[in-house]
């Protein structure tokens, strides 16, 4: 085909925006009615459309075919169908697409004789019909119809328009494709020139006659119509723009085999090339129908080459195939419906082809060229103002100074975590160190294992070198604010060290360097957990040099004396190391030239308590103890080390045992007593075993939960909370002397130790706060009762003594105390007690009748008065009042609270 139009100046441009959608092409099915020669012959008409999509096979003869009976297609045509009605329902779409700039083609497929011939020209007379009528209708666009006609007549191309037979040579064009060089192109004008040149086309159309056809076409023919179209109103303006497209109405040679046709001779040879052709339509149709991948083979063929962009190019496509329903081309209509069922695969990609002179292209690219700059100045969308860009500057400095601000506040708690967690870890291997290079004592070994194992300990842990006085950080802030550093602490109140030793005074006085060490430090920066101090001194005498100086001249005020109610009874032969031993350490053993001072706080109550009673091992290795509120940090090797001690009968001293039974032992060997105040149960003893006891007792009866749990309970079922309590005390005082006087018939009941009863008075005069011991020694008590009855079995194993042994116990108790009278009173003493207390003076063993009476009646307070009086003389029982509990780490008064003390004596006087 030629230039349309011929005009060289035109360039065809697929404009954006214009680009075409995929679509598969239209498969029609044209069913013809049975001929007269059909008829004539009886042939059968086995083919019916049974609905606008299916043509069936009706033969019920060859039911047993493997071939479907069945096709459906986009719409189908029975024989009494006219062509209008194809052309209608069916190519009219397709083919008018060419006056909006799209090209299209109509084909007729189908064997000879079938009705491709009588289908296509309808449906162009129809087409071109409506074009006209198009463009009629459309006055404001001037039209351009050009009618260009072929045949394919054995692979050669004929201009059907040109009476010059001789073949026209197919030129690829890399704008248009494939074109027919020198084709004639007639512009259309009106109806009856579209007449006069189909008449021309079907004069110069090879037409021959076969069995089948009279008026066989034995050649391809396709008609072209190219349309233009533009606005009158920029005809002639550089702006002008053109619709260009083609709508191509092409007519197959019969697809028939040859020797259907009874061919020979010419026909043969046609035959061949027609179906040479025809194959390769039907494998680039097949092809195409499985997708674009690999070769098509349109060059096969000069009818596919021409036919390129109507088969899966820009073009839409509707295929007529026409079928005959004879029985006897059963056959062939099914090669053709086969055929139409890859065709109707295929897809094709059409697009609105515009039309552009030279400087309207120009323009338009230079247009184009324009925006493309500009998006390239721009990426993003476009600010509105300068302002806004100011606005976002400063908003995003605000958030990078924020950030900033966030990074320096996380950066400096990182490094105060890491400063931290240096220390500790510095302070563990030193401690490490430390205790490998010392010659530690065995049993301070053994608190040093345990405090190693819990970590913690040794974590928080500081030591003091005396020899060269230096305190190492230390982290307390209880030692810092505390009632107990007050009590103990104070430089200015000495009472606490008037009583103590010059080693203990020296100890008090490195607390008070330690504490005033800490002050210099901020809360903050101290773990609350456990603290710990330590000193080791290579030799006594070198402690006592290196800390008398720090004693503050306390060293000569250490024998002190007591007033219990008005007597001096206090002993000038105080050994304080030996107190200070039983303050500190909780045993008596002998350290001739080593001593170990420590006040280390465990980590918390909670959490000692909690550590120390729910694991059986560490108890068995001097686990902590403590209580939950108000724990003033009562040192820890302190509670480690008496809360493992009870008396051995047999050793007659004091030894570590198992702190089930610590309180159960808490009794005075008398040999012990009698040996001097060495082998004394000491205070820490006494409080020690209480909480044991608290332990034992609660963690009976309780059938879940940990120990440190039940305990904990316990406390706040006996409403213990010792701070809570002194807000409101007003009810304590009577129960205090209820609680009271069942204690002292209990402990008459149970045979308890003297000793313990002193202790427990002494310490315990009626303070709200002292309402948990109290508690505690009951339940302790009513447990031991009942376990003496024999309705308590659940301890068999355990190491509380039976009544037997608790009533030998105390009788070799007042055998010792009775001893000590003689070396602890002297003579006149001795006497008026004696008479105090109806002994005859000529009657034998006077002092052992004292001593039996002591603590025998349980209803008269003034005789457990004076009883726990002498023994605490005997015993040298050194009461401070709070500031001993308070060094007992026992004092969970409040301010309040210990204005609030009633005593047991029951006058709401002290009762020593
Ligand atoms: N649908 C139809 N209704 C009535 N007559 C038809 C129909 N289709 C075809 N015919 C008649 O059948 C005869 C053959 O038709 P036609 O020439 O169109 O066949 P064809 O497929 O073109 O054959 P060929 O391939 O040999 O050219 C014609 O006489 C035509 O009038």
Redesign the pocket.
Known sequence: MGAIGGEELMKWEKMQGASGREEKILVLV?L??L?EKEIASNEVADWECINDTTVLYRNTLREGSTFPNAYSFDRVFR?DCS?REVYEEGAKEIALSVVNGINSSIFAY??????????MNGVTEYTVAEIFDYIHRHEERAFVVKFSAIEIYNEAVRDLLSTDNTPLRLLDDPERGTIVEKLTEEILRDWSHLKELLSICEAQRQIGE?L??E???RSHQIIRLGIESSAREFLGKDKSTTLAASVSFV?L??SERASQALSAGTRLKEGCHINRSLLTLSTVIRKLSKGRQGHINYRDSKLTRILQPSLGGNARTAIIC?LSPARSHVEQTRNTLLFACCAKEVTTKAQVNVVMSDKALVKHLQKELARLESELRTPGPPPSSACDYVALLRKKDLQIEKMDKEIRELTKQRDLAQSRVKDLLQMVGDERNSNQKKDVHPKLQATNEWEDEEGSLSESSNVVDPSSNRVRRYNNPRYDDGDSESNLEDPEDDTNDHYLSDDASSQLSIRKKFVQSNSSHSQDDYCKEVQCIEMEESSRHKSSESLASASDGNEGRSAGNIDVNGQEVMSNSINRDRELDLMQNGFTSDVPNYRSFSLTKSRSCRANLMTGLSSPDKTNRTPPSGFEKGFPGRPENFGQKISHLSFDSKNTRLSRNDSQSSFGSVSVDAQGISNGDEDVTSLQTFVTGLKEMAKLVHGQGQGTGSIAEKYEKNMKDIGVDPIMETEDSSHWPLEFERLQRMILELWQTCHVSLVHRTYFVLLFKGEPSDSIYMEVELRRLSFLKETYSGGNHALEDSRTPTLAESMKALRREREVLSKKMQKRFSEEERKRLFQEWGIALDSKRRRRQLADRLWNDTKDMNHIKKSATIVAQLIRFVDQGRALKEMSGLSFTSPLAKRRSFGWKNSRAPLL
Do not use: I, V
Request: aromatic residues 4%; hydrophobic residues 10%; without cysteine.
């Open positions: 044209r013809r009615p001929n024989g062509t189908g064997q000879t004789s079938s009705g491709k011939t009588y289908t076969t089948l056809n008026k066989s076409s007519d040679a019969g026409t």
